[in-house]
């Protein structure tokens, strides 16, 4: 399986925030989705492989070579969708197409006006009079239409009704379909996460914190629930994320089966990517924090 992105060391300071050190892979064949609180680096992180935002040090790699994503010959395999859009906006839909298509020699006219009918989206209407949702709709079918192998989007389903964003999670299902690609999703939304990605990326303050296989990550975390006297100097370091009440106390726990031995009566479920983050991220982690 080859590597569609090679991020290694990428390092990019301002006044109040630095991205550290970053590095990750994107395999083909993987929707790998990117998590982190708000502030972590997120959207950071991606302006700077895509080179709207020059990086300090590091080295990006897309698709095996040593070129920027700003090069043709990566630029055309790239599909990128934001939240922000980015269009003209007293163009039509169509009208925009049509710059956007010519820097495209793979464009796919058929797959586009196909996109924008499963949309339900007129292409000559104007694309200041597009909702949210139907932006977003455009963005991707835009993204989709020159043939992209990759995919890379900034919480394309931020702020969209139930019914839209399951429209749009059907369509990276098929586009993944077809093999040879990859998507790289970041979101606050992890639900969406839940249904559809692959792997799993974590950032917080500027460093990676882990990137793993989905499935194993919720295969190992689970929620605890317990009574406060269970918890001793010997169980606590199991836990993250811990919380007491005056009914008892819910932690994170990466070591089910030593909890299982350690608190017989304690009730074990199933942990969100939520739950996940939470315990990851700085605070949430540090059981100490929450254990006075």
Known sequence: MKNLLEIQN????????????????????????????NGA??????????????????????FGRDEDAGSRAVRERLGVVFDSGGFYEELSLMEMKSLAAAAYPSWDEQEFCRLLERFSLNPRQKIRTLSKGMRMKYSLALALSHRAELLIMDEPTSGLDPLIRRQLLDILREYMERGGRGVFFSTHITSDLD????????IDHGKIVFQEDKDSLLERYRIVKGDLGA????????LSNLSRTAFGFTA?????????????????????????????????KNYAAFAD
């Open 195 to 202: 249904r559809l990605a692959d792997m799993l990326i974590l």
């Open 41 to 62: 680096g997120k959207t950071t992180v991606l302006k700077t492989i895509l080179g709207l935002t020059p990086k300090d040090s590091g080295v990006i790699r897309f």
């Open 252 to 284: 994170v726990t990466d070591r089910p089966e030593e909890i299982r031995r350690a608190m017989p009566d304690a009730l074990l479920e199933r942990a969100s990517i939520d739950d996940i983050m939470l315990s990851n991220i700085e605070g949430g």
């Open 10 to 37: 990428l390092n990019k300071t301002y006044r109040n925030f630095a991205l550290r050190d970053v590095s990750f892979t994107l395999p083909e064949g993987c929707i790998t989705g990117f998590i982190g609180p």
């Open 231 to 238: 918890l001793n100097d010997s169980v606590l370091p199991l």
